[in-house]
């Protein structure tokens, strides 16, 4: 119950695209959905993040959905650029546990 | 301000031997939190520290692993007799607090750590 399931392992979208990443969780108690990004040698950076009350957060051309009835929510970047070519991790936390449940990560590549 | 940092970026050992990784938190986090990445992995979670307390360590792989956290501040995680299965990507990650509404957690680079 303390899973976050991530999909797709991997995606390959063109420049210009949309890219769409998602993650299922089960534990209802969870009111905190951050996503990381991470470029390789580095650590994984917060890129957005969203809590339960809302249905869309969006930043930039990133946008958090969430789907609370379906304990599911999403990654969308839009406009896809070669630089958001990266490894991107879900994760989601409660109030009443300091610990993030990480997703098991979706390697992106844009393609020029 | 300075970020986490991490110490040594790489370390190659002979398995057998000891290894020490250090991180450095940003100033002011209470919280830090050790994780394993091997590689094209997710992340591992190691063990967590509230101040200079380690209330989960349920993370440690075994008891080979071990960490501690002085002054509230640095951080060392110590592996004893070193397994060719402990080589990954050691990250460290700090935090304002454990608690809402400060969760997000800035990571370090990592330390490469290679068992041969």
């Known amino acids: 119950q303390q899973q976050v399931k991530q999909s797709p392992q991997s995606l390959i979208v063109q420049k210009g695209g949309i890219s769409i990443i998602n993650c299922a969780y089960e534990?209802?108690?969870?009111?905190?959905f951050p996503w990381y990004q991470q470029f390789p040698g580095k650590g994984p950076a917060l890129l957005i993040a969203?809590?339960?009350d809302v249905s869309e957060k969006k930043e930039g051309r990133f946008t958090i959905s969430f789907n609370k009835s379906a304990k599911q929510f999403s990654l969308h970047i839009m406009d896809s650029q070669p630089g958001d070519s990266a490894t991107y991790f879900c994760a989601a936390s409660s109030v009443s546990n300091y610990q993030l449940i990480w997703g098991a990560g979706t390697k992106l590549i844009i393609k020029p | 301000g300075a970020g986490v940092s991490q110490s040594p970026s790489n370390k190659v050992t002979e398995k057998g031997k000891d290894v020490e990784l250090r991180c450095d938190p940003i100033?002011?986090?209470?919280?830090l939190y050790w994780y394993r990445q091997s590689l094209g992995q997710g992340l591992e979670f190691l063990i967590y520290f509230q101040g200079n307390s380690a209330p989960d360590k349920s993370g440690l792989p075994s008891d080979r692993f071990s960490a501690e956290r002085t002054g509230g501040s640095v951080s060392t995680l110590t592996i004893q007799r070193t397994q060719q299965e402990d080589s990954a990507v050691y990250l460290c990650?700090?935090?304002?607090?454990?608690?809402?509404?400060?969760?997000?957690?800035?990571f370090g680079p990592g330390t490469r750590l290679t068992v041969t």
């Open positions: 969203i809590r339960p």
């Open positions: 534990n209802t108690a969870f009111d905190y």
């Open positions: 100033s002011g986090h209470t919280a």
């Open positions: 990650a700090s935090s304002l607090s454990s608690g809402t509404p400060s969760y997000e957690q800035y």
